[in-house]
């Protein structure tokens, strides 16, 4: 699999990249497979089976109502938060899958949508196991496929394809194709390049330029239409937690008071931004995965305050998510994004870490820096567990979201004291996350069986 900026950014519904976004792309594949297959028109019921982490956190995550409305034709990037609600009612009432062939079997969410709690799923954290029978239970396809972090899914098959160079997550490609950071800055160095313009000269082996920068632009106008909506959105979050949406009080406050003089109101400002993606996220909203949905607040924060504000050109606003995309690939290459193999250091860290490196470059830091300041990024998140209270992305990843982006422009600020290259380089400290993630135990990996999941009383 080939790695595209535009992999690393997807336009999609919260709560959950990994738990809503996957198993959403994952019922398409599926229905994908049985169309041309030709076997559609032989299923009479299907069984979706729920394993791993999204077993465990999946209801709290959506992903019951991810899978049926991928089966009804929804993707993540074009759909309607409204619109899916109202598609999931109908289903509820019915009981009546309609699917965009116009084929429509009897599906009853509580029986047909399993949370196999005993399955411990082999390849990845996150197992979903798809059964299509004819009207005498005949099974006639029996597939599994996983999600894989930040809306990527895989196949059975995919994932026991033997990996090329120990890369996990996937290949470069073009004529400055990277694997790892240290290639990055060889490419940089040798080609008086800087991050951003590695990357777009491998995009334009995809597309054509032009089409990726406009991509790019959507994708920012995406971002900044999510921490719009959060700032204005009141009220309570979905959920049972009665987690009260503190946004907009927070930006009523910020532009309404006398502006304050103290050095602090930076942090309120990218506390506000960060925090109003992910409300939006915690309430099903439209997100960009960035790199996934539960740390979706950290890029779109630090974006919004130091390049849309600031009224930056767009130039810059598309060297911001090159570089941070290049820093993602590089996660996604040798390590992980899923919180479900990675703990949140593979979240709300790698996040951080693209961040700080992207807002480096943008500050007109050299290639060296930006690579600093990732690694400083990732280096004070590691060991960072995914431990969400009641399976919801709501406590603490919210506020985590927020310290995290506040810690990127620190992150950023750092690397620009100097020039020499980090005693810790960016290859080592992903490395370092990597091995931390497969020692952490499983019930601090987005299972809500450790940590504060089980420390606090739900209310």
Known sequence: MMISALDIFRIGIGPSSSHTVGPMRIAGRFLSHLVKSGLLGRVARLQVFMQGSLAFTGAGHRTPEAIVLGLMGFVPESTDPQDAEVALAALNEAQVLAMPSGLKIGFNPSTDLVFDYDTVPKLHPNGLRLLAMEEDHTVVADLTYYSTGGGFIASQKQLETPVQDDLIGGLSEGPLAFTSAAQLLQHCAAHGLDVAEVLLANEDEKRDRQETLSALDAIAVAMAACVARGLQQKGTLPGGLNVRRRAPDLYEKLTTLPSANERETLFDWLNVYAMAVNEENAAGGRVVTAPTNGAAGIIPAILRFYLLDAKAPKS??????????????????????????????????????????????????????????????????????????????????????????????????????????????????????????????????ETSQGGLAVNVVEC
């Open 316 to 445: 810059s606003v598309h060297t911001y998510l090159l570089t941070a995309a290049a820093i993602g690939i590089l996660y996604k290459q040798r390590a992980s994004i899923s919180g479900a193999e990675m703990g949140c250091q593979g979240e709300v860290g790698v996040a951080c870490s693209m961040a700080a490196g992207a807002l480096a470059a943008v500050w007109g830091g050299t290639p060296v820096q930006v690579t600093n300041a990732a690694e400083i990024g990732m280096e004070h998140n590691l060991g960072l567990t995914c431990d969400p209270v009641g399976g919801l992305v709501q406590i603490p990843c919210i506020e985590r979201n927020a310290l995290a982006a506040v810690k990127a422009a620190n992150a950023a600020r750092l690397a620009l004291q100097t020039h020499e290259p980090a005693r810790v380089t960016l290859d080592q400290v992903i490395e370092t996350m990597r091995q931390t993630g497969l020692d952490m135990s499983s019930k601090y990996k």
